[in-house]
């Protein structure tokens, strides 16, 4: 079965600095890697995803993440932080069980920023 | 103009009760999820539907049973409530993509459930 880590639980950055929060997950033949956001008292919606080709990911609110097959890793990035990028963010993988795909979700990392 | 909602946003009930969550899209989605989020935020998959069509089910106690009256709504019913269920469960809906594995999951604001 697929496994997500998000090693660091929380990270705290000043406004305006860059972030990058990791995410590895277990190898497999062919991986979808998605990453989630979810604001205080709200549902996920959905950054960016990697599905195939380019290894660099674009994704909503300046956000782009970089997809290491060799260090099976999908880290995010944004070179630049806004107070209101304050937010639980989840890497999830997308696992084929008994026919059916369902993701399977990190632990999560809160990114605080300050001011 | 919501995408995916639930009802109620906050369930605050008492242990061996039973209670049910609602949820509906007007995405015009062909599945719908249910997840439950527990206290450290671990975000797990309970039960997956299609076309009113239960296809993902974990292991998860029969006190919980899922119901699909047509593709856009997908309600939880929990018999018995216990502490241990205390959680903030999601809906979830998505449609394909053209490649299976590859959907984006469209999340309801959840419900907050606390058992006393």
């Known amino acids: 079965a697929q496994s997500v880590t998000q090693l660091d639980s929380q990270v705290p950055v000043f406004e305006e600095a860059p972030v990058e929060l990791r995410c590895n997950y277990s190898s497999s033949v062919s991986v979808y890697l998605f990453w989630y956001v979810q604001y205080p008292n709200q549902g996920l919606q959905l950054l960016l995803k990697?599905?195939?080709?380019?290894?660099l990911v674009k994704g909503i609110n300046g956000f782009e993440a970089e997809f290491n097959k060799s260090q099976t890793s999908f880290h995010l990035r944004k070179p630049s932080v806004h107070i209101s990028d304050t937010a639980e963010y989840f890497c999830?993988?997308?696992?084929?069980?008994?026919?059916?795909?369902?993701?399977?979700f990190g632990t999560g990392t809160r990114l605080k920023v300050l001011a | 103009d919501t995408a995916v909602s639930q009802t109620p946003k906050y369930l605050v009930t008492q242990m061996g009760n039973d209670k049910s969550i609602k949820c509906e899209q007007n995405?015009?989605?062909?599945?719908m999820y249910w997840y439950k989020q527990d206290s450290k935020k671990f975000l797990k998959i309970m039960f997956s539907?299609?076309?009113?069509?239960?296809?993902i089910n974990e292991t998860v106690p029969n006190r919980f049973s899922p119901k699909s009256p047509d593709k856009a709504h997908l309600n939880l019913h929990i018999n018995s409530l216990e502490l241990g269920d205390s959680a903030v469960y999601f809906c979830a809906s998505s449609t394909p993509s053209g490649r299976a594995g590859t959907d984006t999951q469209y999340f309801g604001p959840g419900t907050r459930l606390t058992v006393l």
């Open positions: 995405l015009g989605h062909d599945t």
């Open positions: 990697y599905l195939s080709g380019s290894t």
């Open positions: 539907y299609n076309n009113k069509e239960l296809i």
């Open positions: 999830a993988v997308s696992e084929l069980t008994s026919g059916t795909y369902k993701y399977i």
